[in-house]
């Protein structure tokens, strides 16, 4: 399944980067090198990769606060891991790690 993706402009800084999966809301944080405790693209697993920091989730206006639900949530290791939504985590951790991946040649 293809799920759209959409980095939010404007308010990125530092390497931490927003935007929308579907009807979801994320946030993470995208080294410019891989580290050692980022999670692994092609496994999800903690090691090399370029994101240390994610978090996917849906807020849920009540009628006095806002509900947040986490679907997942890596802080240099998982700490939330809705398995239903895997392919969902995978396919976002990828793009993010092809697209900040890229290095311009002059």
């Given at each position: 399944m293809a799920w759209n993706i959409k980095i939010s402009h404007g308010k990125n800084r530092y390497g931490y980067i927003r935007g929308e999966i579907d009807s979801f809301s994320w946030y993470a944080l995208v080294h410019k090198e891989e580290v050692d405790y980022g999670i692994n693209p092609y496994d999800l697993e903690e090691g090399k990769g370029?994101?240390?920091?994610?978090?996917i989730y849906k807020d849920i206006p009540m009628s006095a606060y806002t509900k947040r639900l986490i679907y997942a949530n890596y802080r240099r290791k998982w700490?939330?891991?809705?398995?239903?939504?895997?392919?969902m985590i995978?396919?976002?951790?990828?793009?993010?790690?092809?697209?900040?991946?890229?290095?311009?040649?002059k």
């Open positions: 370029r994101i240390s920091r994610l978090c700490e939330v891991f809705n398995s239903s939504y895997e392919a995978k396919e976002l951790v990828e793009y993010l790690d092809r697209i900040y991946s890229i290095k311009l040649v």
